[in-house]
């Protein structure tokens, strides 16, 4: 695993469900991502070019080759368009199936991927 890899690259729109969950992400598409890290759920942080503002993130690649990061207890950053360095740093876990989980137990799960990434 190659700690402290970074990725930088504008905010594009997603699906926003992680929005629904309480839980806003900012989403980059960075294909080759998926040459260095397998999906899953990562801590690290987000760094908001513009400014050099630096957030914890909790960040998910996808099998797509996108990174989510949702940069903690930040609920109404807008960063749409804007460029971010993102930064992984350990793997929390694998990716998950949520079929069959009920709203509540996700969420729960997002929570306990949140406090594990602090």
């Not at 990725?7 to 309480?22: D, P």
């Amino acid at each position: 695993m190659q700690i402290g890899t970074y990725y930088v690259a504008n905010v594009i729109v997603g699906q926003q469900i992680a929005r629904t969950l309480g839980c806003p992400t900012a989403n980059i598409s960075v294909p080759d991502v998926l040459l260095r890290f397998t999906p899953g759920v990562y801590d690290g942080h987000t760094i908001v070019s513009e400014n050099a503002k630096e957030y914890s993130s909790c960040i998910f690649v996808n099998a797509k080759g996108t990174i989510e990061a949702h940069c903690i207890d930040q609920t109404d950053l807008d960063l749409y368009g804007k460029e971010i360095r993102v930064n992984i740093l350990h793997k929390i876990r694998d990716i998950q199936d949520f079929s069959g989980w009920t709203l509540e137990q996700i969420k729960e799960q997002i929570a306990q991927d949140v406090t594990r990434c602090r």
